[in-house]
């Protein structure tokens, strides 16, 4: 038996030649986010059989609490709106722009042929009505492709995702802490073991299992040792990413990848806690610090913007921008709540501006006359107009919000031992396993974290269901 221990949960591997589990399933899944549940929904679909086990009362993880953007070409939704001129290819090609070319090939092809179907089949098989939205792009983009319900939240992606569970009947057991892997000496999955609230112990057996879990931003530890220049940073995720994956994936000699790879974000909303959405730096916003000066190109991403923030004084920046920005601002269902909350500043002059950043108006009068000119900025940003009175202000720190690395997976999500072969019917996918970011801050592309959960849910459903087919006509042979 092999143990990793983290904040006392013990995450446990187990040898059996079989095992005596009180029930059984075709596929049990770790983790009933965005991905466990689209997996299970793609399985119910199917007519293969899952139970999705999570530690939490009521399911929310990571997806709960992001904006709930997922990325996707040549969908019904874009074709609804007239966008016809993006693809898979198209989309692949921004994913690597971003990383540099140094996310998985495979995966990333695997993930941007794979997202616009899942997109597809959510809406019309499921009920979820999916919007594009199509008035600013998000960085890295080529195309208007970030899909939302209408509420724009990742809490109604959520909602929305548990309700159509439901409506298909599939088994959520919820307050099940999966603890235990069980495998026979040819490391195939046998099944699991959970820990209910009163600390009774169940198992469940499977044919298969996919880690759906997320990566381990919620992992002090681990993320002071994989993430060093984030180890003060706020987290913004969910306390639930404890690296279970990465954990039961090292006692098994299962192969790692992108370790440094994560998504942060320069725009948490301090001290209120939600964050702010990246459009207004897109449209003419900027950063100022505590001096009164921008201090890098905001249309490179909010992820690496997470860096950058904390390096200033006292790791605060504050988002500036004037009242075309705020309408776009109130778009965004997040923005208004912490607006209510009093996250936002009026200023109606520049010298009230400094007042409210705590900076030398000078400095601050300077920085803004700058953005007239229409020339490039010394870190490359060209600003198309410049702001007028009065101004609007947030104040902002750099935060992670989930990792994107974790177990190595081919692209039929199949979990791979050190030499590259695929453990037999263990899979995994979102947060639990290696992401299309490569293996730092910047290659983050704006929505890759739904991406790796929806593409990835899908993908792995439709490997689980083929072994299961398979397995069934061989036996009745």
Known sequence: MTMGL??????????????????????A???????????????????????????????????????????????????????????????????????????????????????????DALQERHGLDWIVLDN????????????????????????????????????????????????DDADRVLGIGYRRPDGREEQL???????????????????????PEMAEATFGGHAGNDGSAILWGEALGARLRDLGGYQGHGSWITPQGALMSWAVMMEGGMQINREGRRFHDETQGYSEAAVHVLAQPGGIAWNVFDAPLLALARGFPDFCEAEAAGALRRCDSVAQ???????????????????????AQPDGRVFTRGLAAPYFAVKVTGALFHTQG????????????????????????????????????????????????????????????????????????
């Open 353 to 375: 501006l400094a007042a409210c950043i705590g900076c030398d108006a000078a400095a601050l009068q300077a920085t803004l006359a700058t953005l007239h000119s229409r020339s």
């Open 6 to 27: 983290v904040d006392g949960l013990v995450h446990r591997i187990r040898r059996a030649p079989h095992l005596d589990a009180e029930a059984r399933t075709q596929v």
């Open 205 to 227: 057996a499977c044919d298969a299992l996919l880690l759906a879990c997320n990566g381990f931003g919620g992992n002090a530890a681990m993320v002071r040792t994989l993430l």
């Open 136 to 183: 600013f792009l998000y960085p890295g983009h080529s195309r208007h492709r970030m899909h939302a319900l209408p509420q724009k939240t990742g809490a109604a992606l959520m909602a929305s995702l548990q309700a159509a569970a439901e409506a298909a009947g599939i088994p959520v057991l919820t307050q099940a802490l999966v603890d235990t892997l069980w495998l």
């Open 29 to 119: 899944i770790v983790g009933a986010g965005a991905c466990g549940l689209v997996a299970a929904l793609m399985l119910h679909d199917a007519g293969i059989d899952c139970v999705l086990l999570e530690r939490d009362a009521v399911p929310s993880g990571s997806t709960a609490l992001s904006s709930g953007f997922v990325p996707a070409p040549a969908t019904r939704a874009q074709r609804a709106q007239g966008m016809v001129d993006d693809s898979p290819a198209r989309f692949a090609a921004d994913i690597q722009a971003k990383a540099h070319g140094r996310a998985a090939p495979a995966l990333v092809q695997a993930y941007a042929e794979a997202i616009g179907p899942a997109i």
């Open 406 to 477: 974790g177990l190595d997976i081919d692209a039929d999500t199949r979990v791979l031992r050190q030499d590259g072969s695929p453990l037999p019917n263990l899979l995994a996918a979102g947060g639990a396993a290696g992401g299309v970011s490569g293996d730092a801050v910047w290659g983050y592309l704006s929505g890759n974290g739904l991406l790796s959960a929806i593409a990835g849910g899908a993908i792995a459903a439709r490997t689980a269901a083929a072994r299961i087919h398979a397995n069934k006509d061989s036996h009745d042979e």
